[in-house]
């Protein structure tokens, strides 16, 4: 009787996997696309490698903003069509592409006027200064064109998260490889100058990811269109951009903490690297070896936590509480026991990874120590993530903007200034010390996902 409170049959598996797996190859999709940038680019010399990691640091913190965007809308798009309501997701999309219309203004403009102020940041530990001046000049040509992507990147993603919403992950899926396929070739052609055209190192990355972009929004908006009854809801979603007041005020209450929520996390992100790389130039490079693995190998528990928010948003929106909460339960117990195995994988590769990259063996040992303790922790975040999925499947997204952004800035981002400014501890410790702070995370998120306050329906009359 206990096992089955936390372990489903056959066909609960099947569910959860026909919506988790395209999301995990998706999502691994994209951070491969970013791991071919880093290791092509890694290939060409570290100066190269450190201006695109920080560059990618920073454009971290705008696509995680477009991720709030759509995931606060996405509450409703979930709860919508597990409703049936078809009128209310076509609502929903039109809402997240006027908050990703805003949330690209801004970031166009904080990136062409203060970007190169903004890579200065990261490059203020030991280093001989043509290293620093070197990548400071790479990292900002390289961010001035990864701008030309970003219209696309955040139109993907209206349609992409209103696709999985629905159940439908496997266009997105199909759109992702087809990108990935894309960015490989032009990486090939633009980083090495191959087929007679120009060598253009770390410009070429950004130049094959803008593309490939394109290719990936182009896929899903052209499916989307032309399948109305896959995707009814996309008829007439261009026609107008009408929300009924009611409708967009509820949906403004409950995704603004989201939007603020992962916009601070990330920035928490960004600022915690800026930390590590105060210990030397060395550590920038390092930090961005190892995250672009954890990065590949968190899709898994990313993906999970992604299939909570909209199974159980379903269940919800469906008036089907104690359902929701059973499936809940199970998928978080499934969720630890697929990152055992990715925990697993990474830990074997953290000797192996860094050896790619062409760089100095300093800083291959201190990214496979940096491996090696993501690896270790990846049950912990796992959980964390999962817990944070699921109060936001009910709609607490004030709750989840206290338990994630407010904790990574209040907590986190403290810790690791003080620990990095006022003592001498190794970076590798400084390191575990920080990551380790997301076991108290886990605590808070035990209590109140046992507690059952996140279980309730939010369109019963929402317009």
């Not at 394109?214 to 499916?223: C, P, R, S, T």
């Not at 380790?436 to 306050?453: A, D, F, N, P, Q």
Request: with cysteine.
């Amino acid at each position: 009787m206990r096992s089955t409170r936390f372990i489903g049959d056959r066909r609960f598996y099947r569910t959860a996997l026909s919506v988790a797996l395209p999301i995990m190859i998706q999502n691994g999709i994209t951070n491969f696309v970013g791991m071919l940038d880093n290791i092509m680019v890694g290939r060409v010399g570290t100066v190269e490698m450190t201006g695109v990691s920080i560059a990618n640091t920073l454009l971290f913190v705008f696509y995680l903003a477009i991720f709030g965007a759509v995931s606060g809308a996405g509450i409703f798009g979930a709860q919508f069509y597990g409703k049936g309501d078809m009128d209310g997701v076509r609502l929903a999309f039109r809402f997240k592409l006027l908050e990703c219309l805003g949330i690209l203004a801004l970031g166009l403009t904080v990136f062409l006027c203060f970007g190169k102020d903004l890579l200065a940041l990261y490059l203020r530990g030991e280093g001989t200064e043509s290293q620093i001046d070197e990548s400071l000049r790479f990292g900002e040509s390289y961010l001035r064109l990864m701008l030309l992507g970003l219209p696309a990147f955040a139109l993907s993603q209206c349609y992409a998260g209103t696709l999985r919403e629905s159940g439908q992950t496997v266009v997105p899926m199909m759109a992702g490889l087809v990108a990935v396929g894309v960015n490989f070739v032009f990486n090939w052609l633009l980083i090495f100058g191959k087929l007679g055209l120009p060598r253009l190192g770390s410009d070429g990355a950004a130049i094959a990811t803008a593309i490939s972009r394109f290719v990936e929004a182009g896929i899903v908006m052209i499916w989307s269109h032309r399948h109305p009854k896959q995707a009814p809801f996309f008829n007439g979603a261009w026609r107008s951009f009408r929300i009924p007041g009611r409708l967009a005020g509820q949906i403004a209450r409950r995704g603004a903490p989201l939007i603020l929520n992962e916009t601070l996390w990330a920035l928490g992100q960004a600022l915690l690297i800026q930390c590590y790389s105060l210990r030397s130039y060395d550590v920038v490079s390092a930090t961005n070896i190892a995250f672009t693995l954890g990065n590949v190998c968190n899709v898994a528990f990313m993906a999970m936590g992604a299939s909570i928010g909209i199974l159980v948003g379903q269940l919800l929106g469906a008036g089907k509480a104690e359902e929701a909460k059973d499936t809940d339960r199970k998928l978080i117990v499934f969720t630890e026991m697929t990152c055992l195995l990715f925990g697993g994988l990474m830990a074997a590769l953290s000797t192996v990874f860094p050896e790619i990259y062409n760089t100095e063996p300093e800083i291959r040992r201190l990214a496979s120590r940096f491996i090696l303790i993501n690896a270790a922790l990846m049950p912990v975040h796992a959980y964390a993530n999962a817990a944070y999925f699921t109060l936001r499947s009910g709609g607490k997204t004030f709750v989840t903007f206290l338990f994630d952004s407010v904790f990574s800035c209040v907590v986190v981002a403290p810790v690791a200034y003080l620990l990095s400014r006022y003592t001498a501890m190794p970076v590798v410790w400084l390191f575990l010390c920080c990551q380790s702070l997301e076991l108290i995370k886990c605590i808070v998120g035990y209590l109140m996902i046992r507690s059952g306050v996140w279980m309730q329906t939010i369109v019963k009359e929402a317009y």
